[in-house]
């Protein structure tokens, strides 16, 4: 019963978090990947994980909110995010980065899976997410 109650409340939290911000919960998360994307550097720093997994979990982040929320246009939304990925890896040349069509695979896998993730959340909590269109 205590856990239920947890359980219950945490995705009231998460339904009332993303049902008010998702739109500024997705805007920052594109204007960090864009930055992070497109800043100038000698070389890419050393960090846990691989480039491609960066790439995946960055899109999926940045479609998790909006596939959750399903405003009207989602779908197109989600199209608009492969293609930013797109015009973000042909960008990359020109400010001193490497633009890869493998890290754009990744950022289309990372928005299919993010879609997923919030697919399986609606089916498996359907009264704390309601279509909304």
Request: hydrophobic fraction near 50%; aromatic fraction near 16%; charged fraction near 15%.
């Amino acid at each position: 019963m205590f856990k239920s109650r947890i359980q219950k409340t945490g995705m009231n939290t998460l339904q009332t978090y993303i049902k008010s911000y998702w739109i500024a919960l997705t805007l920052f998360t594109l204007a960090v990947i864009t930055t992070l994307s497109l800043w100038p550097l000698e070389t890419l720093p050393s960090v846990p994980g691989g480039d491609k997994i960066h790439h995946f979990i960055a899109y999926a982040a940045l479609v998790f909110p909006t596939a959750l929320r399903k405003p009207n246009h989602w779908k197109k939304i989600g199209l608009f995010f492969i293609i930013f990925s797109g015009i973000i890896e042909l960008l990359q040349p020109y400010v001193n980065r490497y633009g890869e069509w493998l890290d754009m695979a990744a950022n289309t896998i990372g928005v299919i899976c993010g879609i997923l993730i919030a697919e399986l959340i609606i089916y498996f909590f359907p009264v704390h997410f309601k279509r909304s269109s």
